[in-house]
C-alpha cells in the first residue's frame, strides 16, 4: 500500500517550489514517515529553517512552522526549545544557510547539546541565487562565482557537527531514501543535538556545471561515494580515496542535554 | 504600607521592570554598557520559572528571543548601539511577521566601536530606520532609574498589544546612575498580556486582520499550527507576492501604530504653556535642560521643556504646536543632529529650529543649553 503522506502536507501548498530532479522532495517525505515513526504530535512540532530552497520544506508541512532568516534556524530554534522545551524541535536547510552564515548558530547549537534534529541538505551549491559556491562545493569545481574552478578548501559537515559537540552525527544521501527516515527517527529519539547531513543533489545549478548529463548521473554519483561505516571499516585509505562514510558517524549519551541543565539552574536558583 | 523602596541602577532597574512586565525569556549577549540588565536578569529569570540565555552573538540573540517570543513568552534582549546594528534584520523580522519583543539599547558612542563606555543619544534614528523595507518602530525614551522600570513595563504592554518588537534607549548615564527606585505593588502598573484568539485552530489565520489591525498571535505548542515566515505574505501567514495582498499588509503593519499615536504616545512639558523658547531634549539631556530651563527662567527668559518619552512614532502633533507658539525651538542631544531633522520637519519654519549637540563623551551641561538659548534670543 502506497505511504500516506497527504495527512502530513499542507492542504494546497503543493506543488513545491524544487525543480525536476532536486533531492529535497525525497528527505521531506523521509522527513514524514520519521515523524510518523515517533508518532510526533504536530500541534507539538516546530519545524525551523533559514532561507534558500531546502529552508522552504517547513511551509508544505502541517506543524508550528518557522521560516526565518539566512542562517539563523538554529538560533530561532534554540528560542524556541529554550522557551517550551517539551515541544520537538526539527531545524531543515542547506549547506550554504546552516554553515556558511550560519555556521556561528551550527556550531553553538551542537557544543550545547539541546534537544534538537537539523535535517541538513547537502548539494554542495546555494541553488535558490542561482549556483554559488557554498563551503560544501568540492575544490575545482565550477559555480556561478568559481568560473575558473572552485579554490576554496571544503567544510566535512558531519566532522564539524562532531567536533562542535553534537552528540548524535549521521550522513546519508538522497539516492538512500530508506536510510534517512531510519536516521531521522535515531535522530528524534536521541536526548541531545542530532545532525543528519543528507548529501543531496542540485541538477539545475550544480549538476549541470560539472559535467553531469542527467539527474541519474548524479544519483549514480552518491552511490558511488557513499560508504556506510561498517564497510569502510575492512577499506583500505586508497580505497577510500574520494568516497565518504554514510550511517551513524558519532553518538554520545552521556553529555547533557542543554534544557535539562537549565532546568538544574531553575531548581537552585528557586533554592530548591 | 509602605512601599519597598531600593537605590538602583538605570540598568537594573530594567531588569526588574521586565520581570514584573511578566518577562519569561531573555536571549542576549554581552555588551558595555548594557551588561547589567543580563547580569540581573541571569539571577531573576529563573526564580520565577523564566529562561536566560546568553547566545553566541548578538544575531543569535535576537533570533532567539523571536523564537522564544512565538511560543508564548515575554521575551526581552539589551544590548548597545553596535549590538542593535547586528540586530537590525532580525528586528525587521519581527516587524513582518508580528512577534512581540522588547529591545534595550543603552546607548553609547559610536559610529563602530566608538566609546563604549561613554553615552550617547546618536542610535535615535537607528531606531526608527535601522532595518531595510518600510516599517513602523515604537521607541520609548526614559530620563531615569524610576522611568526605566515603568517604561520598560509598557515597552512589553506595548509590544503584546500592537504584536511587534518595542525598543527602549537609554543612554550610558541613565543606564549607570543610581537612583532611589519605588516599587510598584503588583496590579500597581498595567501589565498587558498577548490577545489568544478566539477562533478555532481550523479557522486560524496569524494575520486576519479583519476584526482588528493587530490580529491575534496563537502559541507555538497549542492548540494552533501555523506558518510564520519573513516573506511577504497573506493573511494566512504564507508567502505571498499577490500586489494588492503585499501592499494591503505592509500598510496594516505601519497603520496599526500610526493610527494609534494617542494611545503609545507619551510626553512632558514643564513650563511650556507661555514658553518663547522650548527645549526639546530627551534621556539624560533632559535633565540638564529643566535645570537650565529653571536657571533660565530667574533670568526672567520664557524657556520651557518638552521632552518626549515615546520617541517614535514622533511627537509631531505636539512639537508642531510648540513651533507656532515659540520663538525658537533648541533641540539638545548627545549627537550631531538627529532628532532635530524631525523637529525641523514638522515646524514647517513656524519658529527658528537649532540643534546643541555634543559627541565628546561628556554629558550636555546645563550651562551649555542656557548658552545656546541665549545666542538663539
Known amino acids: 500500500m502506497a505511504y500516506d503522506y497527504e495527512k502530513s502536507i499542507r492542504p494546497g501548498k503543493l506543488p513545491h517550489i524544487w525543480c525536476p530532479g532536486c533531492g529535497h522532495g525525497i528527505v521531506m517525505k523521509g522527513l514524514i514517515r520519521a515523524m510518523d515513526t515517533c508518532e510526533l504530535d504536530r500541534k507539538n512540532t516546530a519545524i525551523v529553517s533559514g532561507i534558500g530552497c531546502a529552508s522552504r520544506l517547513p511551509g508544505y508541512l502541517d506543524a508550528c512552522t518557522l521560516h526565518t532568516a539566512h542562517g539563523r534556524a538554529a538560533a530561532f530554534a534554540t528560542g524556541v526549545k529554550m522557551a517550551k522545551p517539551e515541544m520537538n524541535v526539527i531545524c531543515c536547510g542547506g549547506d550554504g544557510d546552516g554553515t556558511a552564515i550560519g555556521g556561528n548558530h551550527f556550531i553553538h547549537a551542537c557544543r550545547r547539546n539541546i534537544d534538537m534534529t537539523y535535517v541538513l541538505m547537502n548539494n554542495y551549491i546555494y541553488g535558490m541565487t542561482g549556483g554559488q559556491f557554498s563551503p560544501c562545493t568540492p575544490t575545482g569545481d565550477l559555480a556561478s562565482t568559481t568560473p575558473y574552478g572552485n579554490p576554496d578548501p571544503i567544510f566535512d559537515i558531519s566532522k564539524l557537527a562532531i567536533g562542535a559537540g553534537a552528540t548524535f552525527v549521521a550522513r546519508t544521501t538522497a539516492a538512500h531514501p530508506r536510510e534517512i527516515d531510519k536516521l531521522i527517527v535515531k535522530g528524534i529519539q536521541h536526548k541531545g543535538m542530532a545532525i543528519i547531513e543528507v548529501i543531496d543533489d542540485c541538477p539545475t545549478t550544480y549538476g549541470r556545471r560539472n559535467k553531469f548529463r542527467s539527474v541519474i548521473d548524479m544519483m549514480k554519483r552518491l552511490k558511488t561515494e557513499a560508504v556506510p561505516v561498517k564497510a569502510a571499516a575492512k577499506m583500505t585509505a586508497e580505497q577510500l580515496e574520494g568516497k565518504f562514510l554514510t550511517g551513524v558517524l558519532f553518538e554520545d549519551t552521556e553529555k547533557p542535554e542543554y534544557t535539562a541543565q537549565y532546568a538544574e539552574v531553575i531548581k537552585k536558583a528557586q533554592g530548591a | ?377
Request: proline share 6%; aromatic share 6%.
Open chain 2, 1 to 377: 504600607m509602605a512601599k519597598k523602596v531600593a537605590l538602583l541602577q538605570g540598568n537594573e532597574a530594567c531588569a526588574l521592570g521586565a520581570v514584573y512586565a511578566g518577562a519569561k525569556f531573555f536571549g542576549g549577549y554581552p555588551i558595555t554598557p548594557s551588561t547589567e540588565v543580563a547580569e540581573v536578569l541571569s539571577i531573576e529569570l529563573p526564580k520565577v520559572g523564566g529562561k536566560f540565555i546568553q547566545m553566541e552573538d548578538e544575531i543569535a540573540a535576537m533570533a532567539s528571543v523571536i523564537g522564544a517570543s512565538l511560543t508564548g513568552s515575554k521575551s526581552i534582549t539589551a544590548t548597545s548601539g553596535p549590538g542593535v546594528s547586528l540586530k537590525q534584520e532580525l528586528i525587521g523580522y519581527a516587524c513582518i511577521a508580528e512577534v512581540p519583543c522588547v529591545i534595550i539599547n543603552v546607548m553609547r558612542g559610536g559610529p563602530s566601536t566608538g566609546m563604549p563606555t561613554g553615552p550617547g543619544q546618536s542610535d535615535v534614528m537607528q531606531a526608527m530606520w535601522g532595518t531595510h523595507g518600510d516599517h513602523a518602530a515604537i521607541a520609548l525614551v526614559p530620563d531615569s532609574c524610576q522611568e526605566i522600570f515603568t517604561e520598560t513595563v509598557r515597552a512589553f504592554n506595548l509590544a503584546e498589544k500592537y504584536r511587534m518588537p518595542v525598543q527602549v534607549l537609554f543612554d550610558e548615564i541613565v543606564g549607570h546612575m543610581r537612583e532611589r527606585i519605588e516599587f510598584p505593588e503588583p496590579g500597581e502598573l498595567e501589565v498587558i498580556d498577548r490577545e489568544a484568539p478566539s477562533v478555532s485552530p481550523a479557522d486560524y489565520k496569524p494575520y486576519d486582520s479583519t476584526k482588528g489591525q493587530v490580529p491575534p498571535l496563537a502559541d507555538f505548542g497549542s492548540e494552533y499550527k501555523y506558518h510564520v515566515t519573513g516573506l511577504n505574505k497573506a493573511d494566512d501567514g504564507f508567502p505571498t507576492t499577490k500586489a494588492s495582498l503585499v501592499d494591503a499588509e505592509e500598510r496594516r503593519q505601519i497603520d496599526k501604530v500610526m493610527d494609534n499615536i494617542a494611545d503609545i504616545e507619551s510626553n512632558e512639558e514643564y513650563m511650556t504653556e507661555d514658553a518663547e523658547i522650548v527645549i526639546w531634549a530627551y534621556g539624560s539631556t533632559s535633565r540638564s535642560a529643566r535645570y537650565a530651563v529653571n536657571e533660565l527662567r530667574k533670568e526672567g527668559i520664557k524657556a520651557g521643556l518638552f521632552r518626549p518619552i515615546t520617541l517614535w512614532p514622533f511627537p509631531a502633533k505636539r512639537t508642531a504646536e510648540l513651533a507656532t507658539q515659540a520663538k525658537a525651538i533648541v533641540v539638545a542631544e548627545m549627537n550631531l543632529g538627529q532628532m532635530v531633522l524631525e523637529v525641523e520637519r514638522v515646524a514647517k519654519g513656524n519658529c527658528v529650529v537649532v540643534h546643541e549637540g555634543r559627541v565628546d563623551g561628556d554629558p550636555i551641561n546645563p550651562g551649555q543649553i542656557m548658552d545656546k538659548v541665549k545666542e538663539v534670543l
